[in-house]
């Protein structure tokens, strides 16, 4: 295979747009200590606070044993708390503390620039079928990844 071959295949283009989106988020969010994955969390349990773990993993399209560090650094950060279940208190609820919300509204013009960065070589029209089409393939293929969006699960 010619390596020029390579850059024409879908795969390999769309890990190249995560790499590039991924750093233009680090480039916009330069001055914050929030990841991408962070962000997703952290918006997330703004929308639906006092989820379990494994309902945030399913609702951030996290697999389940990256949620488990990744809310612990939140946690140590003081920007997430988690909470006793009410009905198992072995089961720990998550939501955002007063700090989280405040750093998630600091970071959201960021977080933005971003998305306007990254579809800055498209035209209006371009960026909407753009969107359309990559929900579409996101959506269609979404059991085929290993951590699937759920949004059912519920405590």
Same mark, same amino acid.
């Given at each position: 295979m010619l390596p020029e071959e390579l850059h024409l295949k879908p795969g390999h283009l769309i890990r190249r747009a995560h790499q590039i989106s991924v750093s233009i988020f680090f480039? $916009?969010?330069r001055d914050t200590d929030v990841t991408p994955m962070q962000y997703a &969390?952290?918006? &997330?349990?703004? +929308?639906?606070?006092d989820l379990d773990q494994i309902t945030l993993a399913h609702r951030a399209a996290l697999d389940r044993s990256?949620?488990?560090?990744?809310a612990e650094r939140l946690e140590e950060k003081g920007w997430i708390r988690r909470t006793p279940g009410i009905e198992d208190r072995r089961q720990k609820l998550l939501s955002l503390t007063d700090e989280g919300r405040r750093v998630l509204e600091q970071i959201e013009p960021a977080v933005e620039r971003t998305q306007q960065r990254i579809l800055a070589p498209?035209? +209006? $029209? $371009?960026? +909407?079928t753009f969107m359309a089409?990559? $929900?579409r393939v996101v959506d269609e293929n979404n059991e085929a990844s290993r951590a699937p969006y759920k949004e059912t699960s519920r405590p």
């Open positions: 480039d $916009e969010c &969390v952290m918006t &997330v349990l703004k +929308a639906t606070p990256t949620i488990g560090g990744l498209l035209g +209006a $029209e $371009e960026r +909407a089409l990559l $929900e």
